[in-house]
């Protein structure tokens, strides 16, 4: 969790998740300088049993967590050419993430900047991928 990484746009969109599926759970893998910041807001929320916060995981752990998510979360204001991006897509996981001019094919773009616009619409279209994923996966 650096600067580039928005906290009050992932905030809004956790929170529209929480809402609209409170069972969810939310992993965040990586640490940074913010990460102390996010705890704190993270245990103030009252779906906060369902976050993990994990800060640095080894490579072969993330790719695990990748593999078993439904949706990948890539929401940043600055970020380059993510290779955790590509790899959510080579294992099949609907990803979604903020339009930087660089995502590959497949990602499903959002606007940080008017989070509140997209959330519906894209959670609901990577539920429905992701659902499909589950059902072929067969859990």
């Known amino acids: 969790m650096s600067r580039s990484t928005t906290c009050r746009c992932r905030s809004k969109f956790w929170d529209w998740c929480a809402r609209k599926y409170p069972n969810a759970g939310l992993a965040i893998i990586g640490a ?6 996010l705890a704190a807001r993270i245990a ?3 779906y906060a049993q369902h976050v993990l916060l994990c800060g ?7 790719l695990r967590a990748i593999e078993d998510c439904s949706v990948f979360l890539r929401t940043t204001l600055y970020d ?3 290779i955790s991006v590509r790899e959510a897509l080579h294992v099949g ?3 979604i993430a903020s339009e930087n001019g660089m995502r590959p094919p497949g990602v499903r773009l959002i606007s940080p900047e008017n989070l509140d616009a997209a959330t519906s619409r894209d959670f609901r279209s990577a539920r429905c991928a992701a659902g499909a994923k589950t059902r072929a996966a067969g859990r």
Request: negative net charge; glycine residues 14%; aromatic residues 0%.
């Open 80 to 82: 380059g050419d993510s």
């Open 93 to 95: 996981a609907t990803v």
């Open 44 to 46: 103030a929320k009252p």
């Open 56 to 62: 640095d995981v080894p490579h072969a752990g993330t």
């Open 32 to 37: 940074g300088s913010l990460e102390a910041d």
